[in-house]
């Protein structure tokens, strides 16, 4: 069974950083693209980043390009995302999952804990 381990979130203020960490438990993440979905209060899930298999593709929100940077470190099984300049709008629950087409969950997926982020000062 697919499971991922978020970690990484916490409180931060505004302009800060956060590096978050996507550990896969159980299984090989090298045959599967990833992606950073994020769930804020009374939305649904929104496709934040998503990396390709072999790290070729990339694709990014327009509200996180040029602060959000993906990346994949197959030999720790592990896929990270730096965020960088974040603002309120960012606070959300963050949430890992293997993906398809430009940046969707498969179909079906259930979703792990996640990893809280709050941007506030």
């Known amino acids: 069974q697919l499971r991922f381990v978020e970690s990484g979130g916490g409180l931060v203020q505004p302009g800060g950083s956060l590096r978050l960490s996507c550990a896969a438990s159980g299984f090989t993440l090298d045959y599967y693209a990833i992606g950073w979905f994020r769930q804020a209060p009374g939305k649904e899930h929104e496709g934040v980043s998503c990396?390709?298999?072999?790290?070729?593709?990339?694709y990014y929100a327009d509200s996180v390009k040029g602060r959000f940077t993906i990346s994949r470190d197959n030999a720790k099984n592990t896929v990270y995302l730096q965020m960088n300049r974040l603002k309120h709008e960012d606070t959300a629950v963050y949430y890992c999952?293997?993906?398809?087409?430009?940046?969707?969950?498969?179909?079906?997926?259930?979703w792990g804990q996640g990893t809280q982020v709050t941007v506030s000062s």
């Open positions: 999952a293997p993906t398809m087409g430009l940046c969707a969950p498969i179909h079906p997926w259930s």
């Open positions: 990396i390709s298999l072999s790290d070729q593709y990339t």
